[in-house]
C-alpha cells in the first residue's frame, strides 16, 4: 500500500464548479497535511496546510481532514482556468524529522 | 526576498558519469531537502539535512549522497549514472527543523538531469 495515494486523474470540470480532490493516506500518526499545485514545467508550490480534524479555508480553497478515516480533501470553489495544475497531497510522516511523502498528484482540467 | 536556488537547471551525462547539484536555500532556512521527481514514480524523497547534518534519508541506493554546508547551501551528488537515474530533482528548503507541523516546503525550480 502506498503511504500517499491520489487518483491520478484527469479530474474536469467546468469554469465556475467546484473541484474536489482527494487524497489518503495509510501512517496513522501522521500529524500534518498538505496540498501543492504544480504547473506543467514548474516546480510544486504550497497552498494549503491542515493539522486538525475538520475544515480550513482560504480564499477558495478549502482543505478538510478527517484522522480517524485517514483521508484528506481540498476543494477548490469558483474554479478557474488558471487553476489547471496537478494537485498534490503531502503528508508528513512524522519519525521526528522533516519527511514529505507526496501524492502521485491529481490533474485538474478546468475548461472555459 | 530570494527564493531557492538550484543549480545548474539542465544537465547531460552519460552513464558511469557522476553529477554535482547545488541548492541556495532561502536566506535563514536551516532545512533543505531534496526530491527526485519522475513521470511514473511523482515526488520521492531523497534526504534531508539541517545544520550540516543529515536528519532524514530515502529509500535510495548509497550512489546518491549529500551534504550541507555551514551557510546551509547543500549540493546532493549521484555516482556511476544509470539511465534511470534521468529527472528532476528538486530542493526545498523549510524554515522549521522537524516535529509535527512541518512539511511547509519551498521548492526551487529544480535540476532537469537527462542521462545518456
Known amino acids: 500500500q502506498k503511504e500517499v495515494e491520489q487518483n491520478s486523474g484527469p479530474l474536469s470540470v467546468p469554469e465556475g464548479a467546484i473541484a474536489s480532490l482527494n487524497c489518503t493516506y495509510s501512517?496513522?500518526?501522521?500529524?500534518?497535511f498538505f496540498w501543492y499545485r504544480q504547473y506543467s514545467g514548474k516546480s510544486p508550490e504550497l497552498i494549503m496546510s491542515i493539522y486538525s480534524n475538520g475544515d480550513k479555508e482560504d480564499g477558495r480553497f478549502t482543505a478538510q481532514l478527517n484522522k480517524a478515516s485517514q483521508y484528506v480533501s481540498l476543494l477548490i470553489r469558483d474554479s478557474q482556468p488558471s487553476d489547471s495544475a496537478t494537485y498534490l497531497c503531502a503528508v508528513n510522516v512524522n519519525t521526528g524529522f522533516q519527511k514529505l511523502v507526496f501524492g502521485t498528484g491529481t490533474r485538474l482540467l478546468v475548461s472555459p | 526576498k530570494a527564493g531557492v536556488t538550484q543549480t545548474p537547471r539542465y544537465l547531460i551525462k552519460t552513464r558511469g558519469q557522476q553529477v554535482t547539484l547545488s541548492c541556495s536555500p532561502i536566506s535563514g532556512h536551516r532545512s533543505v531537502s531534496w526530491y527526485q521527481q519522475t513521470p511514473g514514480q511523482g515526488l520521492q524523497f531523497l534526504f534531508e539535512y539541517f545544520s550540516e547534518t543529515q536528519r532524514n534519508k530515502g529509500n535510495f541506493p548509497g550512489r546518491f549522497s549529500g551534504r550541507q554546508f555551514s551557510n546551509s547551501r547543500s549540493e546532493m551528488n549521484v555516482s556511476t549514472l544509470e539511465l534511470g537515474d534521468s529527472a528532476l530533482y528538486l530542493c526545498a528548503s523549510s524554515l522549521q527543523a522537524g516535529g509535527p507541523n512541518t512539511g511547509e516546503l519551498f521548492f526551487g525550480e529544480g535540476s532537469r538531469l537527462t542521462v545518456l
Open positions: 501512517d496513522r500518526v501522521s500529524q500534518s
